[in-house]
Nanobody
C-alpha cells in the first residue's frame, strides 16, 4: 500500500505564493501518476495538476500559467508551486497517486490526508 505525507500549504495574501509537497512511501511496484486535487467548502473535489511517470502534465484551466507541478521519482515526491494565488484557490489540497502494487496488478488510487491552503483577499 501507498502512504502519502503532505507538507506545506498555509495562509497567504492574494498574489502571493505557496508550495506543497507530497512524499509517497510503502510497498508498490510503480507510481504512474502523482498530483494534486483540491476541494473548496461546499464544492466537489477537482483536479489541480497531475504528472505522469513519463513527465507529461495536466493542469486545470484555472491554474495554468500560475501553478507548476514537478516530481522527483528518486524520492517518490511530487511538488506543487503555486504563484499569483487568488482567493478562489482556497481549499484543502489532496495529494493523489495512481500506482501498482506488483507489475501485474491493476492500478490503485491513493489519497493524502489533505493540507489547507487559504488565500485572503
Amino acid at each position: 500500500q501507498v502512504q502519502l505525507v503532505e507538507s506545506g500549504g498555509g495562509l497567504v495574501q492574494a498574489g502571493g505564493s505557496l508550495s506543497v509537497s507530497c512524499a509517497a512511501s510503502g510497498t508498490f511496484f510503480s507510481i504512474n501518476i502523482m498530483g494534486w486535487f483540491r476541494q473548496a467548502p461546499g464544492k466537489q473535489r477537482e483536479l489541480v495538476a497531475v504528472m505522469h511517470n513519463g513527465g507529461s502534465t495536466n493542469y486545470a484551466d484555472s491554474v495554468k500559467g500560475r501553478f507548476t507541478i514537478s516530481r522527483d521519482n528518486t524520492k517518490n515526491t511530487v511538488y506543487l508551486q503555486m504563484n499569483s494565488l487568488k482567493p478562489e484557490d482556497t481549499g484543502v489540497y489532496y495529494c493523489y497517486t495512481k500506482s501498482r502494487l506488483y507489475y501485474y496488478s491493476t492500478e490503485d488510487d491513493h489519497w493524502g490526508q489533505g493540507t489547507q491552503v487559504t488565500v485572503s483577499s
